[in-house]
């Protein structure tokens, strides 16, 4: 079993949708919890940060951390065609180094 | 300012050829990070530098891979006798190295996609 788990998709939406977006992971020393966009051919680029568990947003979206549950969300709210890419969670330890990844997930947003 | 560089985009090689991968982090970051990502694996870890300390090599997949880091900038990422699953696009990040914390994001570049015929 990997150590962080995220649903490959793909996810197919209509302009203006919620998207949701999720990972479970098994690792109870994770406390650092990212989501990056990555486009094709490029590489990934940080959308948003989250430390421990809470709620934070940034403009259209919206990240989750229920550490008791080991459950993070993203949200993105009135979705563009521009979103569609694949959104990758990651996480890490307290120390910080390595990042842990799941699969990714490719959404594609209809316009 | 500059992000992370990475050369050659696109490589072809041969079963058993070696490769060499170079990346450039952004200037005064201290950390440096190589991963693979590969169809049906995601974005897998390979090896951590962090200023003049042990790199971490944990994520090495076999003793086929090696990397190094020169006057703590520029890293090579060396596959020796490649096999046909080293296909993958190896992706490098840099980090200004300050143990976690918003200031210790990743930055990634924009990888070399590396095929083995």
């Known amino acids: 079993q990997k150590e962080v788990e995220q649903d490959p998709g793909p996810l197919s939406v209509p302009e203006g949708a919620i998207v949701s977006l999720n990972c479970t992971y098994s690792n109870s020393a994770f406390q650092y919890f990212m989501w990056y966009r990555q486009y094709s051919r490029k590489g990934p680029e940080l959308l948003m940060y989250?430390?421990?568990?809470g709620n934070k947003e940034d403009g259209r979206f919206t990240a989750q951390v229920d550490k008791s549950s080991k459950y993070i969300s993203l949200f993105i709210r009135d979705s563009q065609p521009s979103d569609s890419a694949t959104y990758l969670c990651?996480?890490?330890?307290?120390?910080?180094?390595?990042?842990?990844f799941g699969q990714g997930t490719e959404l594609s947003v209809k316009p | 300012g500059a992000g992370v560089s990475q050369s050659p985009s696109n490589k072809v090689t041969e079963k058993g050829k070696d490769v060499e991968l170079r990346c450039d982090p952004i200037s005064g970051h201290t950390a440096l990070y190589w991963y693979r990502q590969s169809l049906g694996q995601g974005l897998e870890f390979l090896i951590y530098f962090q200023g003049n300390s042990a790199p971490d090599k944990s994520g090495l997949p076999s003793d086929r891979f090696s990397a190094e880091r020169t006057g703590g900038s520029v890293s090579t990422l060396t596959i020796q006798r490649t096999q046909q699953e080293d296909s993958a696009v190896y992706l490098c990040?840099?980090?200004?190295?300050?143990?976690?914390?918003?200031?210790?994001?990743?930055?990634f570049g924009p990888g070399t996609r590396l095929t083995v015929l």
């Open positions: 990040a840099s980090s200004s190295g300050v143990a976690g914390g918003h200031t210790d994001t990743q930055y």
């Open positions: 990651a996480m890490s330890q307290p120390q910080g180094g390595k990042l842990i």
């Open positions: 989250t430390y421990s568990s």
